[in-house]
C-alpha cells in the first residue's frame, strides 16, 4: 500500500478528534462558566532527515496530526439572576474548590451552602476562601468585586481567587472543575478576577463560529475522502491494467 493512504488516514484522524473536541463545546454551550476547548493541528514528516527531500517526500510523507487541545479561558458573557449567592468572575482567575480528590478550579459561580452553612457549590464541594471554608449564617449576603462577603453586615470570609499562569495547561473535569497545573499551586499575581454579585457566567463558547468550524472539519474531511477513492478506484485500477498489459 503506497504511502498516500497513511497520509490520508492521519488526516481523517485528526479532523475526526478535532470533531469531537468541537462537539464536546456545543454540547456545553449553555453549561455555567464552561471554557472552550480549542484544537491545533501539526504536520509530521515521516521521512525527516533523509538524505534527500524533495518535493515528493512532501506530497507522500507529511501526514496531518491532531498535536492536542488548549484551553480557551476567555470571559464568558455575565447575565444577572439577581441571586445574592451566584457570582461571575471578570478577568483572570477561578474559584477555588475543595473537592475529595484535592483542590480544584471553576469559574461556576452557582453557590448554595450545606446542611452546615458551608458555601458551595452546586455538587456540594465547599468553595474555599483566604483563611479555609466560609460559613455562611443567617442574614442579608453581600458580596464585593474583591471577594469579600459579609452576612448581616459582618465580614464572613473572602474568596480565594486563584490565578494560574498557563490556564491553557489546566486540565478539565466533570462539573465544571479543572485540575490544577502539575507543577503545584499557581504563582501568586497582581491581576485577579473581578467578583459581580447577582450575575453567572455563561459559557464562552460562540455557537455560531463554531458551526463554521464544523462545517470546515466536514468539508476537509469529504475532501480526504475523495482523495482516498481517487486512489483506490483510479490510480490503483490503472496501474493494475497496465500491469496486465
Do not use: W
Request: charged residues 20%; hydrophobic residues 40%.
Amino acid at each position: 500500500m503506497h504511502s498516500g493512504i497513511y497520509t490520508a488516514y492521519s488526516g481523517l484522524k485528526a479532523q475526526m478528534e478535532a470533531l469531537d473536541i468541537l462537539a464536546g463545546n456545543l454540547a456545553n454551550v449553555n453549561t455555567t462558566g464552561f471554557k472552550e476547548q480549542r484544537a491545533f493541528f501539526s504536520a509530521l514528516d515521516t521521512a525527516m532527515g533523509a538524505s534527500e527531500a524533495g518535493p515528493l517526500d512532501a506530497a507522500i510523507n507529511t501526514h496531518a496530526v491532531l498535536s492536542g487541545s488548549a484551553l480557551d479561558a476567555g470571559d464568558g458573557l455575565p447575565v444577572a439572576t439577581h441571586r445574592d449567592l451566584d457570582v461571575a468572575l471578570s478577568g483572570p482567575g477561578f474559584l477555588t474548590v475543595e473537592t475529595p480528590a484535592g483542590i480544584r478550579y471553576t469559574r461556576n459561580g452557582s453557590l448554595t451552602t450545606d446542611a452546615g452553612s458551608v458555601l458551595c457549590t452546586a455538587e456540594g464541594y465547599p468553595v474555599l476562601g483566604e483563611n479555609g471554608r466560609i460559613l455562611i449564617g443567617p442574614g442579608k449576603v453581600d458580596i464585593n468585586q474583591d471577594g469579600e462577603i459579609h452576612v448581616a453586615g459582618a465580614q464572613a470570609g473572602r474568596l480565594k481567587l486563584a490565578v494560574v499562569e498557563r490556564p491553557g495547561s489546566l486540565r478539565r473535569e466533570g462539573h465544571s472543575l479543572f485540575v490544577p497545573p502539575a507543577e503545584g499551586q499557581p504563582p501568586a499575581a497582581q491581576l485577579k478576577a473581578t467578583v459581580r454579585q447577582g450575575y453567572l457566567e455563561q459559557s464562552n463558547v460562540n455557537p455560531v463560529l463554531s458551526t463554521v468550524r464544523m462545517v470546515a472539519i466536514m468539508r476537509h474531511f469529504e475532501a480526504i475522502q475523495k482523495s482516498v477513492n481517487l486512489m483506490f478506484n483510479e490510480m490503483d485500477a490503472k496501474s493494475i491494467e497496465r500491469l496486465g498489459r
